[in-house]
């Protein structure tokens, strides 16, 4: 069955290799072969052991590119897969396999619908680029922002971009992402005195100390979010106090925290606000922070009027934009890219056992993207 759809056939390839973040354990080599044939030329951008290939196909605007990562998370335990996670198989119309859905399933439509729109469009107007990073699903550091980086010092913006991060919720194209929130991520020290837990009198327990200050932060309305995003949220997700012994008061606790924020809110202000009610606390504190991502949105327009009419005339259905979730490459791609999308496959079964996409729904999604090609590379009259 695998070789009875290019785009199939493609996205079977991809899962077979075990490209666990972030290996690229030969996928963008593939995908260069196959781009190249048809005219496409590749650059390296890797750095820090990792792999990032840009490849563009002419030289003029408008320039859309389509952006993906060949690298997936680990398998988890090999033993509740009901197959070889790196192993392509079709079992009742899916496609089980580690990175079927997040995403290779994507890059393999990505190639097909390219592929197919060349061949029929060979004088198309514009340019067509490919960009792939093996460092989405690790700490994203020396991925998809090292291509970006590149392109701002060269002066060279990308007009559209498309990312192919699973984004329907039910089925193929009823929700694309046309914006992400921001994260501001926070590891909280707060000191206090170790003791012994016999002689309170003699400590200062900081785990005690620092309760109320998380019901304050826990409780605050950080804003009321706005059209595009809903409002801030703050959350823990570690906490570590004490030596290990059951009869020591810790000298510390260490608390690490994250906001995602939309365009209501700044990561400044956040941290501005965070601080000063740390200090109403009177607490013994310091804050080290990391902005992981600035939140971006395209707004109604030619990219998003492109796609609602793509899965329209693909599918027969309306589309759904959002901005929920996570973060993604898109956050890097905005900076450089005024009108960014995300677009791709169900995502019920993503960093999952018995990861899956429907296999019908391959085939579709290379049409989407084809159609898309088609409305902003016209063919030259």
Not at 185 to 205: C, D, F, K, M, W
Not at 299 to 318: P, S
Request: aromatic letters at 6%; glycine letters at 10%; charged letters at 20%.
């Amino acid at each position: 069955m695998l070789a009875s759809d290019p785009t199939l056939a493609l996205a079977g390839q991809l899962v077979s290799r075990p490209s666990i973040t972030p290996d690229d354990a030969g996928c963008q080599t593939i995908i260069a072969e196959r781009l190249q044939a048809i005219g496409f030329v590749a650059e390296r951008f890797d750095r820090g052991g990792v792999s990032n290939l840009w490849l563009r196909r002419g030289s003029g605007r408008p320039l859309l590119c389509l952006a993906g990562h060949t690298d997936v998370v680990p398998s988890g335990p090999r033993d509740e897969w009901l197959s070889d996670p790196f192993v392509p198989q079709c079992r009742n119309g899916l496609l089980y396999g580690r990175g079927s859905a997040d995403m290779k399933g994507s890059l393999a439509a990505f190639v097909t619908a390219i592929e197919a729109f060349v061949a029929a469009r060979p004088a198309h107007r514009g340019s067509i680029a490919l960009l792939l990073t093996a460092d989405e699903e690790g700490e994203a550091i020396d991925g998809t922002v090292t291509v970006t980086e590149a392109l701002h010092e060269r002066g060279q913006r990308i007009d559209y971009c498309i990312v192919g991060e699973p984004t329907a919720t039910h089925r193929l194209g009823d929700t694309i992402k046309n914006g992400r929130r921001g994260s501001l991520s926070g590891r909280l020290t707060v000191r206090g005195i170790q003791g012994h837990v016999a002689y309170p009198h003699l400590a200062r327990n900081p785990v005690h100390l620092v309760a109320p200050a998380i019901t304050t932060l826990a409780t605050t309305t950080w804003d009321e979010g706005d059209a595009c995003f809903p409002p801030t949220t703050w959350q823990i997700s570690n906490i570590h106090a004490g030596t290990g012994a059951g009869n020591v008061i810790p000298g510390s606790v260490v608390i690490d925290f994250n906001f995602r924020f939309g365009t209501a809110n700044t990561p400044e202000a956040l941290q501005r606000r965070l601080s000063t009610l740390l200090d109403d606390h009177r607490l013994d504190h310091e804050i080290v922070w990391t902005l992981g991502a600035r939140p971006f949105l395209t707004a109604e327009g030619t990219l998003v009027g492109a796609a609602r009419r793509a899965i329209r005339d693909e599918l027969g259905i309306e589309t759904e934009l959002s901005t929920t979730g996570g973060t993604s490459d898109g956050r890097f791609i905005a900076a450089v890219c005024d009108e960014v999308v995300e677009i791709g496959p169900v995502n019920a079964t993503i960093h999952k056992v018995n990861e899956c996409v429907e296999v019908a729904a391959l085939t579709q999604l290379s049409g989407i993207y084809r159609r898309i090609l088609e409305q902003l590379l016209p063919a030259d009259v």
